[in-house]
Nanobody
Framework: QVQLVESGGGLVQAGGSLTLSCAASGFRFSEHAMGWFRQASGKQRELVAAISARGTHFSDFYHRDSVKGRFSISRDNVKNESYLRMNNLTPDDTAVYYC?????????????????WGQGTQVTVSS
């Protein structure tokens, strides 16, 4: 069964940190780029960060401008996991966070290229 399971969300004070994990199973994890999305209440889903299948070159990473310098995406192709390290969190980061798999090995901002999604994990940042 192909699936993605997120964990690590929770309630944190502004300025705090969280690390989200995404455990993949049922497919060749090392052959797919991965992305982390978020959707705040009443807002559209947005791509937060993405990492290519290899995740070793600077061009293999994407972080949206609002999280650059604070969030960092990574992956472990042995453990079949992806991570989103989030530092210096603000209330604007409050959202449900989802990990998703792309159809191929390269990072993309096209949401239609992400074909497998996790169930999401809530991140709430209090002021």
């Amino acid at each position: 069964q192909v699936q993605l399971v997120e964990s690590g969300g929770g309630l944190v004070q502004a300025g705090g940190s969280l690390t989200l994990s995404c455990a993949a199973s049922g497919f060749r994890f090392s052959e797919h780029a991965m992305g982390w999305f978020r959707q705040a209440s009443g807002k559209q889903r947005e791509l937060v960060a993405a990492i290519s299948a290899r995740g070793t070159h600077f061009s293999d990473f994407y972080h949206r401008d609002s999280v650059k310098g604070r969030f960092s995406i990574s992956r472990d192709n042995v453990k079949n996991e992806s991570y989103l390290r989030m530092n210096n969190l603000t209330p604007d980061d409050t959202a449900v966070y989802y990990c998703a798999r792309t159809k191929g090995p390269d990072i993309t901002g096209d949401h239609s290229e992400y074909d497998i999604w996790g169930q999401g994990t809530q991140v709430t940042v209090s002021s």
